[in-house]
């Protein structure tokens, strides 16, 4: 068996680490890890962006679309309704996943990879379709000039 090299040596207990083991020896967190990357990336995306979504509009961080770009405004409300999408999709996709992970630990490493690979595309589909919400909250809140709608009931 090859060797390889840890910088973080956690306790694990033997029980522990045979459940992460394949049948052919090797260790099954590549697995684990790949149906929990998308849900807590979204999560921890969505924390950030609630409490320090970026001020102004930029070509590295942030939700870029159309209409999230037209002004500074429209631009911190859709980063901040961004993050508090993926922080409760996120948490959402977590959970199931990491329950279904563990339940199907013990089984057969093509099942695992088989859930692994429908969870994964699942989560995907989901992270693509948060677009859908964040663009009906900037259509209802601005107009196609990037002011904000009055909102009715208010008196001014």
Known sequence: M?????????????????????????????????????????????LIFRKWAPKSINYLLGY???????????????????????????????????????????QPTELLNRLSLILTVIQLVLMVLSIIPVERALKARFDEKGRRKERSGHVH
Do not use: H
Not at 14 to 34: C, P
Not at 70 to 93: E, K, Q, S
């Open 2 to 46: 090859p060797s390889t090299t840890s910088f973080v040596t956690l306790p694990v207990s033997q029980e522990t680490l045979s459940l992460l083991r394949k049948e052919d020896g090797s260790l099954k967190d590549m697995t684990v890890l790949t149906v929990l990357i998308i849900p807590a990336t979204m999560l921890a995306t969505g």
């Open 64 to 106: 870029r679309t159309r209409r999230s770009t037209i002004n500074d405004d429209t631009w911190i409300f859709a980063n901040r309704t961004m993050g508090v999408i993926w922080t409760r999709w996120g948490l959402l996709m977590l959970i199931p996943s990491l329950i279904l992970v563990l339940v199907f630990l013990n």
